[in-house]
């Protein structure tokens, strides 16, 4: 148990459309939040000058020197060692801006930076579903799939801070196309987009389908949500996709058990919502494809929701010396 009095961190949740802000105890509780838009086409100073404004709302009324830290969860590429965000493709303007070295200087408080998906990790580790696992590997599939890898209780960083990247890695190098440059990634099969992809491309063939109608008619507006829709109706080509994401997704988990050997994955992110329609068929990959040792491990939905990016920031702030 800390004998540190300051009790309480601020976390912070930057994204492209949201500032998300949070006044967190050592077990996990937000015990304030504060919530605006970003607007981040006007560029890092205003988008700054907001995180401020969202970290002063959630200051503890009465006792502001309860605070030990502050901790931002933001997009990358950034460096966790030095503060900077290198770039970040969805916040116009950012690219090797100095994030901690600025919040520092204004608040007047320890800060530090890390990676989304990373601390998202650190989240479901410390306070959600790998709770009590000192070896785990977080899953986010969403618009792209992102992750976080916790070993033996620490993130596994690399060099720059920039490990971890499970969306980049190769599934089938014989794939006809590429995805942010990537032939036959994981995320590009298995994404929201993937899933999008793929659902028009075999419509696109002329096999009728649910999906369609529930896409207003227009197969380019089909995406994942209709797929998943259309599935829980039974809808033959849709169960045909899942059953097919189902099985791709379950063989990169196959590549991570091997690579980490965690006791645990946790899978948030919107694809993630299909839930056992999608599971059932990765367990199953999994058991067939993994070598023995690894096949029983559970394969479990993140508990967190939208706040494990949040949580996450607050257990780094709580880490900080």
């Known amino acids: 148990m800390s004998t540190d009095p300051r009790q309480t961190v601020i976390a912070v949740d930057l994204g492209g459309t949201n500032i998300r802000a949070a006044l967190c105890n050592r077990q996990g509780s937000i015990l304030k939040r504060h919530k605006q838009l970003t607007l981040a086409d006007e560029g890092p100073q205003a988008v700054i000058n907001r995180i401020v404004e969202s970290i002063r709302r959630v200051m503890p009324d009465t006792d502001p020197a309860s605070v030990k830290a502050v901790a931002v969860a933001s997009p990358g590429p950034l460096d966790p060692f030095t503060g900077v965000v290198m770039y970040a493709p969805n916040l116009s303007g950012w690219i090797d801006i100095p994030l901690r070295a600025i919040l520092q200087e204004r608040l007047q408080l320890p800060v530090a930076i890390g990676n989304d998906a990373n601390l998202a990790a650190l989240g479901e580790q410390r306070y959600g579903a790998g709770r009590g ?77 649910l999906m369609v109608e529930l896409a207003g008619g227009h197969i380019d507006a089909v995406t994942a949500r209709e797929v998943s829709e259309a599935a829980q109706h039974n809808d033959p080509l849709a169960l045909e996709i899942v059953a097919e994401v189902a099985r791709i997704i379950g063989l990169g988990f196959v590549n991570l058990l091997h690579l980490y050997d965690p006791a645990i994955i946790v899978v948030g992110g919107s694809v993630s919502l299909m839930g056992d329609m999608l599971f059932e068929p990765v367990r199953q990959t999994v058991q067939q494809y993994a070598m023995p040792p690894y096949r029983n491990r559970p394969i479990v939905r993140a508990a967190l929701g939208d706040d494990c990016g949040l949580l996450g920031a607050a257990a780094l702030a709580f880490d900080l010396e």
Do not use: C
């Open 133 to 209: 696992m000192k070896d785990m590997v977080y899953v986010t599939i969403s618009t792209g799939i992102g992750g976080g890898v916790i070993l033996n209780n620490q993130m596994v960083l690399g060099m720059r801070g920039l490990a971890a990247e499970i969306g980049h890695t190769t599934l089938d190098i014989h794939a006809g196309w590429t995805h942010a440059g990537v032939p036959g990634s994981f995320e590009g099969y298995a994404s929201g987009t993937g899933i999008a992809r793929l659902a028009q491309h075999k419509l696109r063939e002329g096999r009728p389908s």
